[in-house]
């Protein structure tokens, strides 16, 4: 049995190149639809260079042509959707082309981020994760074999500059910490991602599951983040708790689509949404499924700012 | 004739509270629709309170429940949405409501930023306008009387860190500067946005038209806005100028939301997309419409940091 035939919708943007990536690396023929397949700025041209000397095939479409969609997704096994925020419910369309060209074998939704059915997101993050809520169980009535990869923190995104706007490398001061600090979440690094998405979608343990990123070594709560890079810079910081209740009404008070990063951040360091649940019979974790993935450690990561 | 009765959808959020304010203000007999007339956080009770101590009345219901949305604009004439981003696309079920109940005078969708229609912005924002642009071909399409309000930046998302992100107050050493910093922007403060929606209601200049908020006083390029911060604490910034091909490498390695606030950065102040226009037969501006608003000037705004 030869790997799948794997086509990624969204492979130019953050997460999606890293999928893209992986999915090559790992021996799989992979396809990516491009709305531009000669690219205007030259950031993306050189993206576009990358995947083709990896030998991944880029073909020409958008969401918003469906024979575009059908004509490529009758040449694969498996589809990946790694579309933006902006276009999470626009995925109504794929699943129409996957429902018309009948033999996909795996359909991963966009995600990669909390797992958005067990969630106490206040607005708009709550009104964002209800959208990846309906692709789900749109995906479901349809009977489309399924992988929701719920891959929880970018380690890029937050790592850096451990949660702190504006910094390029993680304070040496002062920090300010959402909630009591307590509430612990998990950070992946994007390539990691991408290897843990492609390692599920031949693996007949993750068909109609949802595949959890609860890595060990990087489940950390905000307070064990910060106590980590203290000992790693051998000074403690000054730590300034911010109270749920002024957590909200910054939200409130912060316009779109600010409002929907501190959303997200409260989902997720003041309720714990990315742990405070059992994974159940409906779900599996990736370093127990994939133990031969060598993932890199929060601990690992935070060195290069040392 | 009295003053119309307007219904403001989203008047809970960042732009809707100062347009659901500025209406009762006026003396417009105003409804809100709020999806919990019981605030679970004790800011949005907060906000709920002073509505309806501003005499607002506050119906429950939501843009997903059709009975909840025909029930409330029935009560009114104009309709004012002014929901979040992740619901641009939702606001197809308020055209629905409009055009079922079929006495609605004037609807104005949620806008409130960069004219879509003219718009060179790169993907996320793109992607983003797109919708608000589908909303207004729905709206034309059923023959709904509508305004289009083109306010441009939110002065307090821009001039209080100058838009240097993690700042709480402009930066007195360094600054970083998207683009040539040439291109000019306006800033409206938002309790005039909301002023100078409200007063478009019922006003039959702004009747299918675009209602731009180009204030000749708080229209500035960027090393404009600078010099003027600069003049104010008498101390020049050391100024760091990223070039267009960086800042669209910033967008790709960006992930969703932060790639939508630098592409709107990206279009506003390296492309000039607020003031690279005519304002032609289908557009009115605010300012010469409504001359007696004493609006917030840049100058006088930025004092309060000084």
Not at 68 to 86: P, Q, R
Not at 162 to 186: C, E, H, S, Y
């Amino acid at each position: 049995m030869g790997k799948s035939r794997i086509l990624i919708i969204g492979a130019t943007g953050y997460i999606g190149r890293q999928v893209a990536k992986a999915s090559a690396a790992l021996g799989h023929p992979t396809l990516i639809l491009v709305r531009e397949t000669t690219a205007s700025n030259p950031e993306k041209a050189q993206l576009l260079e990358s995947f083709k000397s990896s030998g991944i095939t880029i073909v020409h479409g958008s969401l918003e042509d469906h024979a575009s969609l059908v004509e490529a997704i009758k040449k694969v096994d498996v589809v990946i959707s790694t579309v933006g925020g902006a276009q999470i419910a626009d995925q109504l369309n794929i699943i129409k082309a996957i429902k018309e060209v009948g033999t996909i074998k795996r359909f991963l939704p966009t995600e990669f981020g909390n797992d958005v059915d067990k969630t106490s997101a206040v607005e708009p993050a709550k009104g964002l994760f209800a959208l990846k809520v309906k692709i789900r169980r749109a995906i479901e009535a349809e009977g489309i074999p399924y992988t929701y990869v719920s891959s929880n923190c970018f380690a890029g995104y937050f790592l850096p500059n451990l949660g702190q706007p504006g910094l390029t490398a993680p304070p040496r001061d002062k920090i300010v910490i959402f909630g009591d600090g307590n509430a612990k979440a998990v950070f992946v690094k994007e390539e990691d991602i991408g290897t843990f998405t492609i390692k599920s979608v031949d693996d007949p343990r993750t068909l109609n599951k949802t595949l959890y990123l609860r890595l060990p070594a990087n489940t950390f709560s905000f307070n064990e983040l910060v106590a980590l890079w203290e000992k790693k810079i051998g000074k403690t910081l000054e730590k300034v708790y911010v109270p749920e209740e002024q957590v909200l009404k910054t939200i409130a008070e912060t316009p779109f689509p600010g409002n929907i990063i501190i959303s997200i951040a409260h989902s997720i360091f003041v309720k714990g949404d990315q742990t405070n649940f059992e994974i159940g019979d409906n779900g599996v974790e990736g370093s127990e499924l994939y133990p031969d993935v060598k993932y890199t450690t929060v601990d690992e990561y935070l060195n290069q700012f040392v």
